[in-house]
Nanobody
Framework: VQLQASGGGLVQAGGSLRLSCAVS????????MGWFRQAPGKEREFVAA????????NYAYSVNGRFTISRDNAKNTVSLQMNSLKPEDTAVYYC??????????????????WGQGTQVTVSS
């Protein structure tokens, strides 16, 4: 399984970005999916997760109401719509796949496969 994250970039505070994660090697519906981020000098932290059907979703408190995770199993892609971005959202964002399809885990160790990351920078 390979995960390819894209969509990062530089945006001003208050702006929006949409990240995408393309999954290849196996159908997306085999996995729950998550987004994590890691800022310089900090540990990787949970952002959002979605079950294989999209029915269950989980968000970090810091992004709830601003970010939306979604998936299109037919297109093998997962997206993270990020609105009202803040400088503290600056980080490398990673998508991850969990073979436990119903889980919306917030712990990195729960995930089996990881993408390479895409940089998001929010200027003040």
């Amino acid at each position: 399984v390979q995960l390819q994250a894209s969509g990062g970039g530089l945006v001003q505070a208050g702006g929006s970005l949409r990240l995408s994660c393309a999954v290849s090697g196996r159908t997306l519906s085999s996995y729950a999916m998550g987004w994590f981020r890691q800022a310089p000098g900090k540990e990787r932290e949970f952002v959002a997760a979605i079950s294989w059907s999209g029915f269950r979703r989980n968000y970090a408190y810091s992004v709830n109401g601003r970010f939306t995770i979604s998936r299109d199993n037919a297109k093998n892609t997962v997206s993270l719509q990020m609105n009202s971005l803040k400088p503290e959202d600056t980080a490398v964002y990673y998508c991850a796949a969990d073979r436990s399809r119903e889980m919306v885990a917030n712990i990195p160790g729960s995930y089996d496969y990881w993408g390479q990351g895409t940089q998001v920078t929010v200027s003040s």
